[in-house]
């Protein structure tokens, strides 16, 4: 009775979120079209139906909910902050609509290069994704990046991240908590480690990331919470011993990468993996995971400043983690997301 409970709840949850986000989300097209900047490009390949993309997230959040039936983990929770903090941000994010419509009809794609962070950091990494002022550098970047993606993804942003928790909770079943470890790689606001964090209240976290803003915001985020281990690095060199992360998530970073750091980044997450360690990775569909939304994966670059996501959108995942030595147990869909599971050898 309590899992059907909590399965009603989360879905009344999600069906809130959804109705927020949403209404955001059309009136942020509003202005855009007040604006005169909705975006000029016509992707060649066929998009999917408004119906289609609705059924897909309804799926999404039925998957969710019955997780949380089972037990697999808890509900989901309200935003942090409560209604406030969260109206607060979303009056943030349309303030800097027009900077970011205007930086995208003009190309202008480098205010990260002028944060004072940037010195020293990658070329890659250095610009504004998504047209955001200041890139991931940022403490306006930071505050902004969550309402931002949940604005884009009607509300799903969360429920996605939340797809790579069923292979971690079969990974610790049966297993001390206590003296087992998760690295999370660019773990960016730490919305997916809180996730982890209320789900396994004494597993070892650590989560790296390049932006000093962004690990502010998680260590905000986490504040009340049992405290992770932070890391201010580069993925290309995480400053972790061989063999001492029993997993590993790496969420919605590779389609950031270029190629070649792409490869670099994930034979790091397999050299820190224990032998027989997991890895969880979550990232953007790729051309052909949904045939018909094709056109959808080809306009993101251009509408969002993604430099790299074409070659992302085309690579072989499963001969890339086989080349490093980490089998693939599982590859599933999330709405505009896919989840690849792997093990590390024995």
């Known amino acids: 009775m309590t899992g059907t409970l909590d399965m009603g709840v989360q879905l009344a949850a999600s069906a809130v979120r959804f109705g927020v986000f949403y209404g955001v989300n059309q009136v942020m097209d509003r202005q ?15 998009v999917p139906s408004r119906q289609a993309l609705m059924a897909s997230l309804g799926e999404l959040f039925l ?7 089972r037990g697999i983990y808890p509900p989901m929770e309200q935003e942090p902050g ?4 969260l109206a607060a941000r979303v009056r943030a994010m349309m303030a800097d609509l027009p900077g970011a419509l205007e930086r995208r009809e003009t190309g202008a794609a480098d205010s990260a ?4 962070p940037a010195a020293g950091l990658p070329d890659y990494y250095v610009q504004d994704f998504h047209f955001q002022d200041g890139g991931h550098l940022s403490d306006v970047s930071s505050r902004l990046y969550d309402v931002q993606v949940e604005t884009l993804f009607y509300g799903a942003a ?9 292979a971690i909770a079969r990974e610790i079943a049966g297993r001390d908590q206590r003296r087992m470890s998760l690295l999370d790689v660019a773990c960016g606001t730490g919305r997916f480690l809180r996730q982890v964090r209320t789900a396994w209240p004494a597993l070892q976290l650590t989560g790296i990331d390049l932006s000093e803003a962004y690990l502010r915001e998680a260590r905000r985020h986490m504040a009340e919470l049992r405290p992770a281990a932070w890391l201010e690095g580069n993925a290309e060199a995480i400053p972790l011993a061989d063999a001492s992360q ?10 950031e990468l270029p190629q070649d750091v792409r490869r670099t980044v994930a034979a790091e997450m397999a050299r820190v993996l224990k032998p027989g360690g997991l890895l969880v990775f979550v990232d953007s569909l790729q051309m052909g995971d949904r045939p018909g939304w094709d056109g959808m994966l080809e306009a993101f670059p251009v509408r969002f400043h993604e430099p790299y996501f074409r070659s992302y959108a085309i690579e072989d995942l499963g001969r890339m983690f086989n080349e490093l030595g980490l089998a693939v147990e599982a590859t599933s869909l999330a709405f505009l997301s896919k989840v690849v599971v792997c093990r590390a050898p024995r």
């Open 32 to 46: 855009a079209r007040l604006l005169g900047q909705q975006g000029s490009y016509k992707p060649k390949r066929p």
């Open 63 to 69: 998957a969710d909910a019955a997780n949380v039936r």
């Open 82 to 85: 409560g209604i406030g903090e």
């Open 113 to 116: 290069r002028s944060e004072a």
């Open 158 to 166: 969360n429920t996605m991240r939340r797809a790579a928790l069923p």
């Open 246 to 255: 029993d997993i590993v998530t790496c969420v919605y970073l590779l389609h």
